[in-house]
């Protein structure tokens, strides 16, 4: 009887042997699974926060032209910009709207004219700004930007405030290369305002 009941605890400890094998072979399976959707997703987000912290800056070179009354007094100006490479902060939760800002100068030169048999060169008007606003992404390659806010005037060896305002159109080669165009305005307190033609290009810096 012992012998049998030895057998017998023997044979269900046998019996035994292939569950609690399974069973820990699962459970193993389950932890290395959690260890690694747990490493896969740490380097997801690190991945993605290097990611973000190389979106960088763009720098925008422009030239100007005057139009309008503005084209009586003054020829081709330039502009220089800087603004944020990635600007996909989404806005109302629609991805191909999002917010956008720039800083940067503007400089146009004075038109050399006749007044009363007299020679005349209007001087350079100079502005500096800061302006925000809204960028639409109707597609991969095209980007349409609308900006305004304060900027500074500078003319004739005098400084007044002004409010100004950029409506953009880029195509975009790649993600380092764009060209456009756009419409200027900026406005002085007391004064029409003034508006010029922009072309130029734009090129994606790293931080």
């Given at each position: 009887?012992?012998?049998?009941?030895?057998?017998?605890?023997?044979?269900?400890?046998?019996?035994?042997?292939?569950?609690?094998?399974?069973?820990?072979?699962?459970?193993?399976?389950?932890v290395l699974f959690t260890i690694f959707f747990l490493q896969a997703s740490a380097q997801t987000n690190?991945?993605?926060?290097?990611?973000?912290?190389?979106?960088?800056?763009?720098?925008?070179?422009?030239?100007?032209?005057?139009?309008?009354?503005?084209?009586?007094?003054?020829?081709?100006?330039?502009?220089?910009?800087?603004?944020?490479?990635?600007?996909?902060?989404?806005?109302?939760?629609?991805?191909?709207?999002?917010?956008?800002?720039?800083?940067?100068?503007?400089?146009?030169?004075?038109?050399?004219?006749?007044?009363?048999?007299?020679?005349?060169?209007?001087?350079?008007?100079?502005?500096?700004?800061?302006?925000?606003?809204?960028?639409?992404?109707?597609?991969?390659?095209?980007?349409?930007?609308?900006?305004?806010?304060?900027?500074?005037?500078?003319?004739?060896?005098?400084?007044?405030?002004?409010?100004?305002?950029?409506?953009?159109?880029?195509?975009?080669?790649?993600?380092?290369?764009?060209?456009?165009?756009?419409?200027?305005?900026?406005?002085?307190?007391?004064?029409?305002?003034?508006?010029?033609?922009?072309?130029?290009?734009?090129?994606?810096?790293?931080?």
């Open positions: 009887m012992l012998i049998k009941e030895k057998s017998g605890k023997f044979g269900a400890m046998i019996r035994c042997k292939p569950l609690l094998f399974q069973n820990f072979c699962r459970l193993a399976f389950v690190d991945v993605e926060m290097k990611v973000k912290a190389d979106k960088g800056f763009s720098l925008s070179a422009s030239l100007l032209i005057p139009v309008g009354e503005f084209s009586d007094t003054h020829v081709l100006g330039f502009g220089v910009a800087i603004a944020p490479s990635a600007q996909q902060l989404s806005l109302f939760r629609k991805p191909k709207i999002g917010f956008t800002y720039n800083a940067g100068f503007d400089y146009y030169l004075g038109k050399n004219v006749t007044v009363s048999s007299y020679p005349y060169k209007y001087p350079g008007y100079f502005f500096i700004h800061a302006f925000a606003g809204a960028i639409y992404n109707p597609t991969k390659e095209f980007d349409i930007k609308l900006t305004a806010g304060p900027a500074l005037g500078i003319y004739n060896g005098k400084t007044n405030f002004n409010i100004g305002s950029k409506l953009n159109l880029n195509y975009h080669f790649n993600n380092t290369i764009a060209i456009g165009t756009g419409l200027n305005m900026m406005k002085e307190s007391g004064a029409d305002p003034i508006w010029s033609v922009s072309l130029g290009a734009t090129i994606a810096l790293k931080q």
